[in-house]
């Protein structure tokens, strides 16, 4: 079975500073990974994800995730954040074999001006 | 094209009572998901369909809670007698049978247990 654990359910930042939200995940296959979004009232959105080949993967708005197997890990970054970035992020993991998918617990993020 | 839909969006019931939750996916998904998030915590797996068969159930919480998806299109979720502490927010995600792919999620059902 897979799990993930988002580290840090609360992050914050000021305006233009460095966002990094980590994931790290555990399954005895290689996994798919995702992260999703979730804004305030909507419902969860696909900001990017990993399957196969470059494991540095970029997304909308500005984000990009790197995948590293030695880890374990799917951090997901940003140079700068907006104020519009305040949101909710999970991320995510799907094996192949059963097209399970389980979620971390999720990490807030503010974005202070 | 139409999202994954839920209804309702809302529901306060009594301790006690039974309610049920409805999932449209997006027509073709194969892969139907269930999942809880209480209190702003993790959205907890509830279980999963490939059509119309139950890939997982490890999640669901106890025999209270029954799922189905007769005929591998909607599904609902039925909650007999329903207890507080099954208050939370029940997501529906639906996916291609490509595990590789985007899954796409409702909005949402907000459950209140009074």
């Known amino acids: 079975a897979q799990s993930v654990t988002q580290l840090g359910s609360h992050v914050s930042v000021s305006e233009g500073a460095l966002v990094l939200l980590r994931c790290n995940y555990s399954s005895s296959v290689p996994p798919y990974l995702f992260w999703y979004v979730q804004y305030p009232n909507q419902g969860l959105q696909l900001l990017l994800k990993?399957?196969?080949?470059?494991?540095l993967v970029k997304g909308i708005n500005g984000f990009e995730a790197e995948f590293k197997k030695s880890e374990t890990s799917f951090h997901l970054t940003k140079p700068s954040a907006h104020m519009s970035d305040a949101a909710e992020y999970f991320c995510a993991v799907t094996l192949a074999s059963n097209n399970d998918m389980r979620f971390g617990a999720g990490t807030r993020l503010t974005v202070k001006p | 094209e139409a999202g994954v839909t839920q209804f309702p969006s809302h529901s306060v019931i009594e301790k006690g009572q039974t309610v049920t939750l409805r999932c449209d996916p997006i027509s073709g998904h194969d892969n139907l998901y269930w999942y809880r998030r209480v209190m702003g915590k993790e959205i907890k797996f509830l279980l999963h369909?490939?059509?119309?068969?139950?890939?997982?159930e490890s999640g669901m919480p106890n025999n209270r809670f029954l799922a189905e998806r007769t005929g591998g299109t909607y599904s609902t979720l039925k909650v007999q007698p329903a207890e507080l502490e099954d208050s939370g927010v029940y997501f529906c995600a639906s996916r291609t049978e490509l595990p590789n792919t985007e899954a796409f999620f409702g909005q949402g059902t907000r459950l209140t247990v009074v």
């Open positions: 369909f490939v059509k119309e068969s139950k890939q997982d």
């Open positions: 990993y399957t196969t080949g470059a494991t």
